[in-house]
């Protein structure tokens, strides 16, 4: 594709490339190497009040590596890894990787048969578990289990400070529930076990597989991403790009990231995990987003330079009373993914903080990032802005033919961020791509002619209405434009009369609002078909654990009650 057919790039800001240059590749343990040498007396991670220099992290990254090889594990195996954010959660990671092992993630919120089936699929030969959640692992039968379990508890890391933080999970607040996993490790066995060892590196490629990440099973089956170093480093070096305009080349004062997303979630694992890393930064990590509490604090002790999140933690930060009385002055960027950025949300931070929602684009299977607007925007777009570097797209009909410019189709993505394929699913890896190797993402979008991007929504998503496409973020932001509104879902469900009907599911900031009132907001703002025929009021929306708004157990809810 030449540069006729890439008008983005002639709106990319100052500084930013049209293509990003990593040659040879590297993996990421090279990265990661030559980050812990050349910030070996800075603070990597911070969590909780405790502190890990990154010389520490590259000595327990060792020991880690130095045992899974003494335990006859090869290169190439998979190592599960089953926890929330903790001060050692990187330092596992790396481990893995400089061990030549691939890493897999799993939602430690997983029910029994969930974990057996991630389980069963990549087939790991360890897994590092939170203790919190060991008693999920030990009702699978011995067979349905890993070879080897290590058992990592909240406080890892933290030295004296951990003593107390593991006494008041496991006997103030009760966290810990009754397990039985005999041969079981704990982390403290395995540091000291890989003292005893001599590590020998092994011989890593930049196509070697780093990463299984599993999609997150919100639209079907959730499949395993096989994510290469050289994927994941690339997409480093693409959000390094587009970051430059107000993050310069990270050559300065050391930059801290607020991670408040679960690093098993590939948008907090490379913009928070591997990109603070690689860059050098201070990782300021949170254990569970929905306790603003810990955010305002961690805030307040560190402020951040960035801050990646998504559209529900943004909301409700920025509707904190505490919230808004921290200090912003260093805050440089706020990246807004995992879901649509909805405008009265973006308003409402940027008014709080000064700063405007960068909102992006990405899917568990291109490491993330495909898209984002201008790094230096000072309004909302509502868009997911243009290709990042190295990136092209095409807008696909329902038989892979290109649509005109400026209509509607489904988003394909090439690029250097994009996956091998799925695991173990050839059939499948075949027909989420294009006969010339573009990635098909299931998300309907639309391209201007400036090259900006508006996703309209998630092709399974989409609601027909008597033959009329009806897409439930257009009538999301209607209805979160309404100032007694918190948050709101749209579904289709079944009607005699249309084939499909708009409901509403919406959560009130205002406890006086009716029905009644909501319909008379939309008709004003919407054309018929597309108006919800029925809201439901709620306490809350099921979320997955970034905070999406999970559509799709709304309309599993809706269905199990007809």
């Not at 505490?322 to 008014?351: H, I, N, Y």
């Not at 708009?502 to 006086?512: G, N």
Request: hydrophobic letters at 40%.
């Amino acid at each position: 594709m030449n540069n006729e057919h890439k008008p983005w790039l002639d709106y990319y800001p100052e500084g930013v490339p049209a293509e990003i240059s990593i040659d040879p590749p590297v993996s990421l343990v090279d990265l990661l190497n030559e980050a812990c040498t050349k910030h070996a007396d800075r603070v990597a991670l911070n969590f909780m009040g405790a502190q890990m220099r990154y010389s520490e992290v590259d000595q327990q990254a060792y020991l880690l590596a130095s045992w899974l090889q003494a335990q006859d594990i090869k290169a190439g195996s998979r190592i599960a890894i089953m926890m929330p954010n903790t001060l050692v959660n990187l330092c596992i990671l790396f481990g893995v990787l400089r061990a030549g092992m691939v890493v897999v993630n799993i939602n430690p919120q997983y029910t029994p048969p969930e974990l057996e089936r991630q389980l069963q699929d990549c087939q790991p030969d360890a897994i590092f578990i939170l203790e919190n959640f060991a008693h999920v692992l030990a009702q699978l039968s011995p067979h349905a289990r890993p070879g080897h379990i290590v058992i990592s508890a909240a406080g890892d890391g933290m030295g004296l400070r951990g003593v107390a933080v593991n006494a008041a999970a496991r006997y103030l607040k009760r966290m810990i529930k009754p397990y039985q996993l005999p041969g079981s490790y704990s982390y403290a066995q395995v540091l000291s076990q890989g003292k005893q060892n001599t590590f020998v590196s092994p011989n890593i490629h930049a196509d070697d597989i780093a990463l299984l990440q599993y999609t997150g099973g919100t639209t079907g089956e959730p499949k395993g991403a096989c994510l290469t170093h050289a994927n994941l480093g690339a997409n480093i070096a693409q959000i390094k790009a587009v970051a430059y305009p107000v993050l310069g080349d990270f050559s300065g004062p050391q930059q801290t990231i607020l991670c408040a997303l679960p690093l098993y979630h590939i948008f907090a694992l490379t913009l928070c995990g591997l990109l603070g890393l690689q860059t050098g930064m201070r990782i300021v990590l949170i254990s569970d987003p929905r306790d603003l509490n810990s955010i305002i604090r961690a805030w307040r002790a560190h402020p951040p330079t960035i801050f990646p999140s998504v559209n529900t933690l943004y909301n409700a930060l920025s509707s904190n009373t505490s919230f808004v009385k921290l200090d912003f002055s260093q805050l440089a960027l706020c990246f807004g993914g995992g879901s649509a950025v909805q405008q009265a949300v973006a308003e409402r931070w940027l008014s709080v903080t000064g700063r405007s929602l960068i909102e992006g684009y990405g899917l568990s299977e291109t490491s993330p990032v495909v898209t984002a607007n201008p790094t230096d925007s000072t309004e909302y777009s509502g868009n997911i802005g243009f290709p990042v570097p190295s990136t092209l797209v095409r807008f696909l009909g329902e038989n892979d033919e290109d649509v005109p410019p400026g209509e509607m189709g489904e988003l394909a993505i090439k690029g250097p961020q994009v996956m091998l394929g799925y695991w173990k699913r050839p059939g499948e890896t075949a027909e989420a791509f294009t006969s010339d190797g573009y990635f098909k993402s299931g998300d309907i979008a639309v391209m201007d002619k400036t090259g900006r991007i508006t996703l309209v929504d998630r092709k399974k998503d989409m609601i027909l209405v008597s033959g009329f496409n009806v897409y439930p973020n257009e009538i999301e932001e209607v209805l979160m434009s309404h100032p007694g509104v918190h948050e709101a879902a749209v579904v289709g469900i079944a009607s005699e009369h249309s084939g499909e009907a708009v409901k509403a599911f919406v959560v009130r900031s205002d406890p006086e609002l009716t029905e009644q009132a909501l319909k008379q907001w939309s008709r004003e703002r919407l054309t018929a078909y597309k108006r919800p025929r029925s809201i439901e009021f709620r306490e809350s929306l099921p979320k997955s654990n970034v905070g999406k708004i999970l559509r799709r157990t709304l309309r599993d809810e809706e269905a199990a009650s007809n």
